[in-house]
Every structure is written in C-alpha cells, then in structure tokens.
C-alpha cells in the first residue's frame, strides 16, 4: 500500500488478501478504486483495438468497391468497344440472299435485318428489286446480280438487265465476267463487256465477279488490269456458287495489281465463314463482303458454310 493508502498495481498481482484486510476501508477503497481503473484501461484498450479493426475494414470495403467500380467500367468500356466494332463490320455488309427458292417471306427477312443493323445494302434477286423498292424507298440500299451466277449471258443481255435494275430501283450491280473469254485469252472482249455496263449503270455501283475459283493467277492479274480499265467500282472475288469462295490470298493479290492510280475497291464473297474472317478481310483492305450469315456470325458466334 502506497502513501494514498492505494496499492502498487506490482503488488497486487502476488499479494493475497485476507477477508479482515479488505474490511479495512482504505484498503477496500484503494483495491476496489484500483479494479475499476484497470477495468476501464482494459476496456479503452478493447475500443482501441475494435475501433482499429473497423478502421481497416472499411478501407478494405472501400478498395473493393473502387475496384469493383473499375471493373465495372472495364466491362462496360469492352461491351461499348464490341458493340462499335460490330457496327462498324456491318456497314461494310452485303446483305445476300441469291438462292433459286428464296420467297418474299426470306426476303422480308433479309431487308429487315439489313435496315435494323445498319449494312451496306442488301443483294437479291432482280425479280425482287422493284417490290423492295417500293416496300423500303430509300431507306435500304438495293444490289442486285447480272449475268448471274455463269456469266455466259451476251453483252447486250447483261446490258438489259443493268438499265432494268436501276430503272425498277437498283443503286448496285454485280456483274459476272464471261468466264469464256477469259479462258480463251480475250482480255479486250472483257474489259469492252465491263465498259459497256458501267456506262449502262451511270452513276451507280459495278462490281465485277471474276470467280477465282476458276482461275489461274495470270488469269487474276489480268482480270485487275480488265476491271480498272472498264471503269468499274470494284473487284469481286466470287458469286458463292462456284467450287470455291473467296480467299485471302485473292484479296492480297488484288492488292499487289490493282492499278495505284484508280479507286478500285475489293469485295470478298462467299467462304467467310467465321468472325475471324470477316475482320480479316476487311483488315486486307475489302470494302464490302457479301454474305447471308453475317448476324449469325456475329450476335450468335455461329459458323456459316461460306456460300451465300
């Protein structure tokens, strides 16, 4: 016991007290006094360690929710990114629908999904341009085929067929080349057949199909200087109903003997088969890919045969 009549916090650790001694009332005072302050010590000492644990729990709550947020926003930024990426493939779409049994129904079908997507136009029989023309105005851009799919037509047939086309509301003819001709080495006779049609389609789109499937590499280069110098809008790479579709290796080749000096642009069609493909495509340089599968392609992931 201190000078206070209080005991050292030391001493009472060992001492042992007998009831007479804590009937003393300074004894019982100090002791009891004592109690209650380490009492209390122990009980701030707890606040202290509690409020600590709670001090780190909250920051701990608040980095996961920034990081949470950041994931969040990460998320969104890569939807946003895949959503313009998509947008942007669409817009270089051809929309095709060129089978012998398609009905209004199908190409209803196709035109509704061309409009809501946004692409580049939609490519379909010409017995059906005339009636899309009147259902959708300008609102849809219309493609159509001549001389379709052998290409063997006369010149004035393809000729007919081009002013009809744009006449009944056409903005867009693909034309196939005379795969005769070039097979027998008349380039002259191509070329003539291609300036013939563009003059027949004025200020609207030519494309020309060459069906590479069919050719040599020769024949290939050839047909790019044809094409040039016709004066059509673009190159084509296949109908989608020969042997074979298009392929990278066509487009690259393009590339490499397309005059410099005129604005010839690509068109891949037929065998894109993958999402992977039609990027790859369009990173080569392709303006438009003609293609029926481009939303299953697309918004379900699933494959397509490559035909259109």
């Avoid at 300008?138 to 010149?155: E, H, Q, R, S, W």
Wanted: net charge negative.
């Amino acid at each position: 016991m201190n000078d206070n009549g209080c005991y050292n916090r030391s001493n009472l650790i060992n001492k042992t007290f007998n009831v007479d001694e804590l009937k003393k009332p300074a004894v019982s005072v100090g002791f009891f006094v004592f109690c209650a302050q380490s009492v209390e010590c122990r009980i701030y000492q707890i606040q202290k360690s509690v409020c600590r644990q709670i001090t780190f729990l909250n920051k701990m709550f608040s980095k996961t929710k920034r990081n949470q947020k950041n994931v969040d926003s990460a998320d969104a930024e890569e939807r946003g990114n895949e959503l313009m990426k998509k947008e942007l493939i669409y817009q270089h779409i051809d929309h095709t629908l060129l089978k012998a049994v398609s009905s209004w129904e199908d190409i209803h079908k196709l035109c509704e999904e061309a409009v809501a997507h946004g692409m580049a136009s939609v490519c379909i029989p010409p017995s059906y341009i005339k009636r899309v023309h009147e259902v959708y105005g300008d609102k849809l851009n219309i493609c159509t085929v001549i001389g379709f799919p052998l290409g063997y037509n006369t010149t004035e047939v393809k000729r007919s067929e081009v002013e009809q086309a744009i006449a009944e509301g056409a903005k867009e003819v693909d034309m196939v080349v005379n795969l005769g001709d070039v097979k027998n080495g008349d380039f002259d006779r191509v070329t003539e057949e291609i300036a013939t049609l563009k003059r027949a389609a004025g200020d609207k789109i030519l494309k020309v199909i060459i069906e590479t499937c069919y050719l040599t590499e020769e024949e290939k280069i050839r047909l790019c200087r044809c094409v040039a110098d016709g004066g059509a809008d673009y190159i084509k790479t296949s109908t989608g109903f020969g042997t074979a579709g298009a392929k990278i290796e066509d487009i690259r080749l393009f590339k490499e003997n397309l005059p410099k000096d005129e604005d010839v642009k690509m068109k891949a069609a037929g065998g894109v088969r993958t999402r992977e493909d039609l990027e790859l495509f369009l990173e080569e340089g392709c303006e438009r890919i003609g293609t029926s599968s481009a939303i299953k392609i697309l918004e379900d992931g699933e494959n397509n045969n490559g035909a259109y």
